[in-house]
């Protein structure tokens, strides 16, 4: 029977169109559900749009649009992006949906039962840019203006009715989770962060507001619209049909594997959430990554400072496959990444043209030219030949691990190698010059390094699927054979030529 694996990424606010740290987030959750398929697990992948709060009704009001039909004309540009960015999501949530207010209200009406919300008045710090609150010590004087220390967002002086969540009484609760579950939160710099703020004591939340209408009524006190994120969060079960805790999504995929977020929502998802899944008798998901921000010009992009890079325009310059090679492995999971055009050029040339792309490119042109397009089956093992194979047979579970724990660049860094080796086998063994001497060593060392591309392709097919599944149909590779088990046998096939194809990556010029 195989195992659940239910991973989501950020449910993105569509006040505008996606920029780059969106692409990020969606990539990275991307990367990690395609391995998990490639272990053979069933995967559920989440992605979509937070469509309530204030936000989003200015925005409507700007543009002199219907609330609702604006969010449905941002909201096709995100899931439009899951497209160009070929990502394998399950399902796209909308918190516009019905399937999602049913479990809000069910959230609602469970912290009710609980006592965990009472009616009060809010007093205090607002951004309406980042839908949170602050405290005094977290706001600093900025042009002649009152900003978030963290974000840098405008904040102002709000005062109203207000429900508020107990989350004073849940401080310890969390302390406890987290000691008792230190991979809660990773990375460990995150965890660390998140365990100091709890430390320092939890205020009461306020999870409801008046001065607007564009939202999620609270039950039975319309006049109150339920806070943006206690809304928001709740998308991770809805898009699971909670509340029907015997829906068969709900009962395979709760709780979450992974929430894949930004650092800067990192005290949502590690300290409301868990919280008001505590006091809603709910399970808490297994993991919170917080990874860091996509920088443009040293700075997180963003619409107000007007740095924004287009993914889709990389994209048509560069490839998907490029971008998504390029952010995984010259950014380090977990901390922020400055992107840089010259550094994607080089990266393209160095890692994917020359390396990787050039070794299948010789392998498969050697092997019609000599071998009439037919992959040839070893005759003799020897240990120079065992050594090279075994080389990723051997580090397979440590780069599950790897994968597991979000290691992202230690994984890459691992397969990047196992191409320069191969690259360097192929080059030391000089297969080109056995044609006459000893044509059975030759088609030895050919089977041997087209078995391990076909390894190289299984472990780079989550971060670069549309090029290694070239490579997969070039090695008539069967469909279920696609799957990291393959690289412990030979599913090589030897009866069919293999086919061919256009260079796999193209250089990049200077000047492009």
């Not at 619209?225 to 805790?245: Q, R």
Request: aromatic share 12%; glycine share 4%; with cysteine.
């Amino acid at each position: 029977m195989k195992k659940n694996f239910y991973i989501t990424t950020p449910i993105y606010y569509p006040s505008g169109k996606p920029h780059m740290g969106h692409a990020y987030s969606s990539i990275l959750a991307d990367i990690f559900a395609r391995f998990k398929r490639l272990e053979g697990y069933n995967v559920h992948y989440l992605t979509g749009t937070d469509e309530h709060g204030l936000k989003i009704e200015r925005e409507a009001k700007k543009n002199n649009k219907d609330t609702k039909a604006f969010c449905d004309e941002i909201s096709v540009k995100f899931k439009d992006l899951t497209r160009i960015l070929n990502l394998s999501n399950d399902d796209f949530i909308r918190t516009t949906e019905e399937r999602h207010y049913k479990s809000v209200e069910e959230i609602w009406n469970r912290l009710i039962d609980s006592k965990d919300i009472y009616l009060g008045k809010y007093s205090g710090w607002y951004s309406i840019s980042d839908e949170a609150y602050y405290e005094d010590d977290e706001i600093i004087e900025e042009n002649n203006k009152k900003v978030a220390k963290s974000s840098g967002s405008s904040v102002d002086w709000v005062e109203e009715d207000s429900y508020f969540f107990k989350l004073s009484k849940w401080g310890d609760k969390l302390l406890e989770l987290y000691k008792t579950n230190p991979k809660f939160i990773l990375p460990a710099s995150r965890r660390n962060e998140v365990i100091k703020f709890v430390e320092k004591g939890l205020k009461d939340l306020s999870v409801s507001r008046t001065s607007f209408s564009w939202g999620i009524p609270v039950p039975k006190n319309k006049k109150h619209i339920i806070y943006v994120w206690l809304d928001a969060l709740t998308n991770y079960l809805s898009a699971l049909n909670f509340p029907d805790t015997n829906d068969k999504l709900y009962k395979n995929f709760w709780p979450a594997d992974i929430h894949l977020i930004g650092k800067d929502i990192l005290r949502f998802h590690a300290i409301y959430w868990p919280a008001f899944l505590m006091a809603s008798k709910l399970p808490l998901p297994k993991r919170v990554y917080g990874h860091g921000w996509i920088l443009s010009d040293e700075k997180k992009m963003s619409k107000s400072l007007g740095n924004i890079l287009d993914p889709i325009d990389i994209i048509n310059k560069y490839g998907i496959d490029q971008l998504r090679y390029y952010l995984t492995k010259e950014v380090s999971l977990g901390n922020d990444g400055n992107i840089s055009l010259e550094n994607l050029k080089k990266c393209i040339n160095n890692d994917l043209a020359n390396n990787f792309g050039n070794l299948c490119q010789r392998v498969f042109s050697f092997i019609g030219k000599n071998f009439k397009g037919k992959i040839p089956k070893k005759i003799k093992d020897n240990s120079i030949d065992k050594s090279f194979n075994d080389e990723i047979t051997k580090d397979l579970k440590s780069l599950i691990e790897l994968m597991d724990n979000q290691d992202l660049n230690s994984y890459i860094k691992k397969v990047v190698d196992f191409s320069f080796n191969a690259n360097k086998y192929f080059n030391d063994n000089e297969p080109w010059s056995l044609k006459k001497s000893d044509s059975e060593r030759m088609g030895d060392i050919v089977s041997s390094i087209t078995k391990q591309i076909l390894n190289i392709t299984l472990l780079l097919s989550p971060i670069i699927p549309k090029t290694c599944e070239v490579i997969l149909d070039t090695l008539n590779i069967k469909k279920e054979d696609r799957i990291i088990d393959s690289i412990k046998k030979d599913v090589l096939n030897y009866d069919v030529p293999i086919k061919k194809n256009e260079i796999l990556f193209k250089k990049v010029d200077d000047d492009s």
